[in-house]
């Protein structure tokens, strides 16, 4: 079982930038697939950037660029560090981990003002 709590969404204007951090109740060391998702009104949740599970990381076309995932095993945390924010990356952001389950935190709302 893994809980994962993100934070650090807001308000920002168009330009901006915020860091999204991800806790996870348990050690992430062995957890090689995590991510971060996006979901804005009316759409499908997607994949804005994730480690895989050889150890690389892919983001979205849409943020390339513009966001960096990092983790910091030692305190079970990703981060998403978001710059050059667009009123188009308004949306709930999510985190991801998966073993043999897929688990998600309860998400944390990104808006971005023009």
């Known amino acids: 079982q893994v809980q994962l709590v993100e934070s650090g969404g807001g308000l920002v204007q168009a330009g901006g930038s915020l860091r999204l951090s991800c806790t996870a109740s348990?050690?992430?060391?062995?957890?090689?697939?995590m991510g971060w998702y996006r979901q804005a009104p009316g759409k499908q949740r997607e994949l804005v950037a994730t480690f895989t599970s050889t150890g690389n990381t892919i983001y979205a076309d849409s943020v390339k660029g513009r966001f960096t995932i990092s983790r910091d095993n030692a305190k079970n945390t990703i981060y998403l560090q978001m710059n050059s924010l667009k009123p188009e990356d308004t949306a709930v952001y999510y985190c991801n981990a998966r073993t043999s389950i897929s688990y998600w935190g309860q998400g944390t709302q990104v808006t971005v003002s023009s």
């Open positions: 348990r050690n992430i060391f062995s957890i090689n697939v």
